[in-house]
């Protein structure tokens, strides 16, 4: 069990460095992207990060939220017990380390997090026991790959290696080459976890063992195809707005197949599922069937920009994606006209068409059971309204 939570918490440091990272935002060189093998679900990038993160400590906003007391607000909360450690280790543990030497260089340029489908089945990971742990955590985080780019005079190696010393002495190091290219192999023996890296002119590309790092690399030799290639995602990186410190593209398509295998593969061995249940799921699948993939992208300054495109095949989609779609088109907003100047944050939407949500309840709700409390408690409601 000791060697559970030490594996658990060994990744949650190193994944905190990014959280991290998303928490103030985020080009130069050659696009992170351009290295990242095909065949991700999805990606996200920051570029710039010290310069935005500089932006955002002397905005208003930040000033603000520096004075509240959090520990005050959480004392007066609702929270669990496993919400109140989380919390924490967060404080204690996370937010000191992002003065780490590693943070400082690891996140002061541009960062990639990319995330590829794993082969780990619902059906393993219930079967999850202190004997299969390990190898079911790192199969769990091999689908990550973090692109970094970094000052080339910086020893990232000695750096990382350094960082993990600090929760446990039971490391080696080891290279291997590959393609003309050192894959640097840290490797926690205690739990069985081994950090594979390679240098990339001024990138590191970090990941869990050495597979994806030889991805990237053929990617970089010219032998394999990268992730800018890709038609869904090289379609919706061209969405994104100019000079954007935040990048979020994801490939639904490619996300909803995978999730509805292994959502039929648990109904299979849930020989107690109903039929509603095997219903509602081959409905919902349907209700999202031509959705093809979403980008978000931002970019800060004297107005800052954040940006969602939504990519669809309006054949495939059903009759309510497609009556919510056509209720996002372009629009005025009339209602900024209304806003003080004082606020400290305002949000508009042409995507909330309350009528169509009500539809879509009562639809719900006239499935119900005639005369059932539900029923009876939607009717009473409705007819109030």
């Known amino acids: 069990m000791k060697k559970i939570i030490v594996s658990i918490l060994l990744l949650s440091l190193v994944g905190s460095a990014g959280f991290y990272a998303y928490l103030y935002f985020m080009k130069e060189g050659e696009s992170l992207k351009a290295i990242a093998p095909q065949g991700a679900i999805g990606y996200v990038q920051f570029s710039d990060i010290e310069k935005n993160v500089e932006y955002v400590k002397e905005t208003q906003l930040w000033q603000d939220l520096k004075k509240i007391d959090y520990d005050v607000i959480l004392q007066k909360s609702d929270l669990t017990s496993a919400q109140r450690i989380f919390y924490q280790f967060f404080k204690e543990q996370v937010i000191p380390n992002t003065e780490n030497p590693i943070v400082e260089n690891f996140f002061s340029r541009d960062t990639a997090l990319v995330i590829y489908p794993i082969s780990l089945s619902s059906l393993e990971m219930s079967q999850l026991s202190p004997q299969n742990a390990n190898a079911i955590i790192a199969r769990l985080f091999s689908g990550l790959m973090l692109f970094t780019r970094v000052d080339p005079k910086v020893k990232f190696v000695d750096l990382f290696t350094s960082f993990l010393e600090r929760f446990t002495?039971?490391?080696?190091v080891s290279k291997e080459k590959y393609k003309n290219k050192t894959i640097h192999l840290i490797s926690v023996e205690q739990i069985g976890l081994t950090f594979g890296l390679v240098r990339v002119d001024d990138?590191?590309?970090i990941g869990l063992g050495q597979q994806r790092i030889?991805?990237?690399i053929d990617v970089l030799k010219k032998d394999a195809p990268s992730l800018t290639e890709d038609p869904n995602f090289k379609k919706i990186s061209e969405s994104?707005?100019?000079q954007s410190g935040f990048e979020m593209a994801f490939d639904l398509e490619k996300f909803f197949i995978l999730f509805e295998e292994q959502a039929k593969k648990i109904m299979q061995l849930n020989?107690?599922?109903s039929g509603g249940t095997a219903k509602k799921i081959d409905e919902f699948f349907k209700g999202v069937t031509g959705l093809k993939g979403i980008g978000i992208s931002s970019a800060l300054g004297t107005i800052?920009?954040?940006k969602m495109d939504v990519f669809f095949d309006e054949k495939q989609l059903n009759t309510t994606m497609k009556q919510y779609l056509a209720s996002c088109s372009s629009s005025e907003n009339k209602t900024i006209a209304?806003?003080?100047?004082d606020v400290l944050g305002y949000q508009w939407t042409g995507c909330f068409d309350l009528l169509a949500y009500w539809d879509q309840v009562r639809g719900e709700m006239d499935q119900a059971k005639e005369g059932s409390r539900v029923q009876e408690?939607?009717?009473?409601?409705e007819a109030k309204m």
């Open 203 to 205: 990138v590191f590309v």
């Open 214 to 216: 030889k991805e990237a």
């Open 271 to 273: 020989k107690e599922a």
């Open 169 to 172: 002495n039971d490391i080696s």
């Open 377 to 381: 408690n939607f009717s009473a409601f």
């Open 304 to 306: 800052d920009q954040i």
């Open 338 to 341: 209304f806003v003080p100047q």
């Open 240 to 242: 994104f707005v100019s």
